[in-house]
């Protein structure tokens, strides 16, 4: 029969014999930081006062899940692991910094647990945390042993555990011994925590689920997890795949995971986001159904594929510049289909280059007529049934209608520096284009300068050439006057007459991989004939290589 308790307990009835805690593998890595460590800390100072413990009133920790049968002490923890952790290393720096061996004693005893060999029981720390970072936690933080190689897999959540033991040395430190005597009988006597012990699996995911919907502090993709990892029967199947689901996690990064759970929600559901991502997932991608599937079939090359799509591979030349211009955008709803397609067609290079040279006008498309974001969707999802349909480049979806093209024209036609969100991916994506797919180039900074410049200073080559301020107007922020630099603009430099302006201020060797500022170059004057031929040029280049005529 399914059981649950919920008990109110003093941190001495929880770190006692009644409770052995585990952390089960398919719990996230341990994660906080020396800021989370030290919110904690300051909580208990503040709170501990400088009363006796017991003439202070009660500190509320939070609360801890776990599955746990009545009869025994071993508790699996559901939620809770960061903040019991935590606790532990703060007792352990507080027994390294007693005073007396009698005062290591006393506080060992909610480390660990001794054995008696009357009652047939061992030596054993009171929490074990995660199996693949366990020896390191005993060593080095429940039994104190000084150092610590930090070795893989886990390597970032044990800096994390001994950089925060080595936060709370620092703190503990430097406070008297009587203030460090003073802080600990409060923590065991006076501050508390609510167990909730759910007697099955099933139980404590639910509690779980409801409790972190709530807004405790974990993400989706860890709601989702224990909802995918829990439907798993065994207890060796739910280590295996819990061991696949981190190495993807870990291989992503955790931004990049929870994206992509957001991606495969619109990959199934075709539509925006109306509830929350843990509660759409369930509805439409139902992972839970078939687990092992998900993970295997779904998850792991979702996951491979979205790797390649935020890093493409430079040796793929046609698939690496039409990512790299797709980064550009402003926003990411392009990646579904991608993902999709790139799965399913895992092993057809050709087609997958296909596929995104269309889908590279379309995003731009979108992006640079200012299509909503409903908008957007919409037509990302008429991709992604077309993709389902096996026909995705013989149907509608990715094309534009003539309508579409026309305004797409005007827009590159015109005055393309006076949009501030789209004037810089504008830009190179014509350079990109221009270069034939030769030019490498990802800098940090680039910035965008007029050659005819906005306020040409009076008795200038500029007003001669260019006499009237409508002439001046009809050019001054189209494709033609524009050019790319790697470094801040020059307000000075930006006023040059045109032969100082293009050997001094647009000569330096790091714009040279610009083909835009490269082209400028070589021009030996700047007059309005220039402008209308190479006008004509650049947008012949869109055109040709979007198909917009």
């Given amino acids: 029969m399914e059981t649950i308790k919920a008990s109110e307990k003093a941190l001495k009835d929880v770190f006692c014999d009644h409770y052995v805690f585990r952390i089960p593998p398919y719990q996230r890595p341990y994660a906080w930081t020396t800021e989370q460590a030290a919110d904690l800390l300051d909580d208990l100072i503040w709170a501990a ?59 060992d005893v909610f480390l660990r647990q001794k054995g008696n060999a009357l009652l047939a029981t061992r030596d054993i720390p009171r929490l074990t945390v995660r199996q693949r970072d366990a020896e390191f936690f005993r060593k080095c933080i429940q039994e104190g042993e000084p150092g610590g190689v930090l ?6 959540a044990r800096q994390r ?11 503990l430190g430097k406070m008297s011994e ?20 759910a007697s099955d699996q099933a139980s404590a995911y639910r509690i779980f689920s409801v409790m972190n919907d709530r807004g405790l ?17 065994t207890e060796d199947e739910q280590a295996k795949y819990n061991a696949k689901w981190e190495a993807l996690e870990d291989g992503l990064g955790r931004t990049a995971f929870g994206d992509l759970f957001a991606h495969l929600r619109m990959i199934h559901r075709k539509q925006k986001m109306r509830g929350t991502l843990e509660r759409e997932f369930r509805d439409y991608v139902n992972p839970v159904e078939q687990p092992q599937q998900f993970i295997d079939s779904e998850l792991r090359p979702s996951a491979e594929v979205f790797e390649r799509i935020l890093e493409p591979d430079p040796a793929k030349s046609t698939r690496y510049r039409l990512l790299k211009g797709l980064h550009q955008l402003d926003n990411q709803d392009w990646q579904p289909p991608a993902i999709k397609f790139m799965v399913d067609h895992h092993a057809d290079d050709a087609a997958i280059d296909q596929f995104l040279k269309r889908l590279d006008r379309l995003a731009y498309f979108l992006f640079i007529t200012r299509a909503n974001v409903n908008e957007r969707l919409s037509r990302y999802a008429s991709v992604l049934t077309e993709i389902e349909s096996q026909a995705p480049l013989a149907g509608q979806a990715l094309e534009l209608s003539p309508q579409d093209k026309l305004d797409l024209r005007q827009i590159l036609n015109g005055d393309v520096y006076l949009n501030q969100r789209t004037r810089r991916p504008i830009l190179l994506r014509l350079d990109e284009m221009l270069s ?11 910035t965008i300068e007029h050659v005819l410049p906005q306020t040409p200073h009076a008795g200038s080559d500029w007003l001669v050439n260019f006499p009237t301020q409508e002439q001046r107007g ?8 524009l050019v790319l630099l790697s470094r801040y603009k020059n307000p000075a430099a930006s006023n040059y007459d045109f032969d100082h302006k293009k050997t001094v201020y647009f000569a330096q060797d790091a714009d040279s991989s610009y083909v835009l500022t490269s082209q400028v170059r070589q021009e030996p004057v700047w007059t309005l004939a220039v402008l ?9 280049r869109l055109l040709n290589v979007w198909e917009l005529q």
């Fill in 49 to 107: 006062g400088d009363d006796k413990p017991t003439d202070r009133a009660p500190y509320f920790l939070g609360s801890i899940v776990v599955i746990k049968d009545p009869s025994y002490p071993e508790a699996d923890v559901v939620d809770g692991q960061q903040r019991l952790t935590t606790l532990t290393i703060l007792m352990s720096v507080l027994r390294e910094l007693a005073g007396s061996d009698e005062d290591k004693a006393n506080i």
């Fill in 151 to 156: 070795e893989a897999p886990d390597t970032d």
């Fill in 161 to 171: 555990m001994i950089a925060n033991r080595d936060f709370f040395r620092e703190i």
């Fill in 178 to 197: 009587t203030g460090r005597k003073h802080l600990l009988p409060f923590a065991i006597q006076r501050c508390y925590l609510v167990i909730v012990e």
């Fill in 217 to 233: 502090d974990l993400t989706a993709t860890d709601i989702l997890k224990s909802d995918v990892i829990g439907a798993i029967e």
């Fill in 436 to 446: 034939d797919g030769t030019a490498h180039y990802d800098h940090a900074l680039v």
């Fill in 474 to 481: 009809q050019w001054v922020h189209r494709l033609a006057n």
């Fill in 532 to 540: 209308e031929s190479r006008q004509k040029k650049l947008l012949e």
